[in-house]
């Protein structure tokens, strides 16, 4: 049993078979929530599959959150920090990610009920650029007094090091979207 949440985060492209039936496997494992990323798709393809994915998630019990932008019908969405704002907040449970101290406070005081902080380790979604580690991700969880995930590069080795400096839970894709 987790002493932690985890957040799966979709990426289509990386599965090796059908989309559809790999959100049924991993909604069964019975993650915290699905952010569902699937940025290259034009709003109105991305709105049908957040209602299949969340269809399929609902049945286990797990919360599927849209990426990007809000989804009529859905309660919460989770922003990038520069597309956040207080408006979208006061219509949503609106999470936003943050790729620094500033941007966790400012997300923190716009409304964010949590935030993804990121990206922790190397990982090869963001290839060639470091990662900006544990105490990048320490400093963001004592500057808010909101839930942080840590994102990036996050393994079963080193989501308890997450935990430790102060994440209330992870994020991974890799790990989900490759899950067999």
């Given at each position: 049993?987790?002493?932690?949440?985890?957040?799966?985060?979709?990426n289509?492209h990386l599965?090796?078979?059908?989309?559809?039936?790999?959100?049924?496997?991993?909604?069964?494992?019975?993650?915290?929530?699905?952010?569902?990323?699937?940025?290259?798709?034009?709003?109105?393809?991305?709105?049908?599959?957040?209602?299949?994915?969340?269809?399929?998630?609902?049945?286990?019990?797990?919360?599927?959150?849209?990426?990007?932008?809000?989804?009529?019908?859905?309660?919460?969405?989770?922003?990038?920090?520069?597309?956040?704002?207080?408006?979208?907040?006061?219509?949503?449970?609106?999470?936003?990610?943050v790729?620094?101290?500033?941007?966790?406070?400012?997300?923190?005081?716009?409304?964010?009920?949590?935030?993804?902080?990121?990206?922790?380790?190397a990982?090869?979604?963001k290839?060639?650029?470091?990662?900006?580690?544990?105490?990048?991700?320490?400093?963001?969880c004592?500057?808010?007094?909101?839930?942080?995930?840590?994102?990036?590069?996050?393994?079963?080795?080193?989501?308890?090091?997450c935990?430790?400096?102060?994440?209330?839970?992870?994020?991974?894709?890799?790990?989900w979207?490759?899950?067999?």
């Amino acid at each position: 049993m987790l002493d932690y949440k985890e957040i799966v985060v979709t990426n289509r492209h990386l599965c090796g078979g059908d989309f559809m039936v790999q959100m049924d496997q991993v909604a069964r494992r019975q993650p915290w929530a699905v952010l569902l990323r699937e940025k290259d798709l034009v709003p109105e393809d991305y709105r049908k599959l957040a209602r299949q994915v969340d269809k399929i998630c609902g049945a286990h019990h797990v919360t599927m959150i849209p990426h990007g932008q809000p989804v009529q019908g859905f309660r919460q969405v989770h922003m990038p920090c520069a597309l956040a704002s207080e408006r979208i907040a006061a219509a949503y449970e609106m999470s936003v990610s943050v790729h620094s101290v500033d941007e966790a406070r400012r997300a923190q005081a716009m409304g964010a009920r949590f935030l993804i902080a990121g990206h922790i380790f190397a990982t090869a979604c963001k290839a060639g650029k470091p990662g900006r580690g544990l105490d990048f991700l320490r400093d963001v969880c004592v500057s808010v007094t909101i839930p942080v995930f840590a994102i990036g590069g996050i393994t079963e080795k080193n989501a308890a090091a997450c935990v430790a400096a102060g994440a209330s839970g992870i994020c991974r894709m890799s790990h989900w979207m490759e899950l067999s």
